[in-house]
Nanobody
Framework: QVQLVESGGGLVQAGGSLRLSCGAS??????????MGWYRQAPGKQRELVAR???????TYGDSVKGRFIISRDNAKNTVTLQMNSLKPEDTAVYYC?????????WGQGTQVTVSS
């Protein structure tokens, strides 16, 4: 069993910054971790990609966060961090960490990010 533990969500004013962290633990030895990333889901909307980073360090960002968010990863510690800058009210959502592995996808429970105008 793989567990993903997220932290760092909260309430911030527009223009502010937040940093999300996600750590993987449990039965993660014995299979390969291909990528880790962050997705978000706002009320009434589908879950969407925020940012993703693969084991080689290649990053992918959703169009709405390019230039504002930065994803980084510590492969040795199996952690991924999302630095969110210049936050906007439309960034308000539940943010989920996802681990992509040779055994499939694993999701965290989510952390709420609320940006006030």
């Amino acid at each position: 069993q793989v567990q993903l533990v997220e932290s760092g969500g909260g309430l911030v004013q527009a223009g502010g910054s937040l940093r999300l962290s996600c750590g993987a633990s449990g039965s993660i030895s014995g299979f390969s971790i291909n990528a880790m990333g962050w997705y978000r889901q706002a009320p009434g909307k589908q879950r969407e990609l925020v940012a993703r980073i693969n084991s080689g360090g290649t990053t992918t960002y959703g169009d709405s966060v390019k230039g504002r968010f930065i994803i980084s990863r510590d492969n040795a510690k199996n952690t991924v961090t999302l630095q969110m800058n210049s936050l906007k009210p439309e960034d308000t959502a539940v943010y989920y960490c996802r681990l992509d592995s040779s055994r499939g996808y694993y999701w965290g429970q989510g952390t709420q990010v609320t940006v006030s105008s």
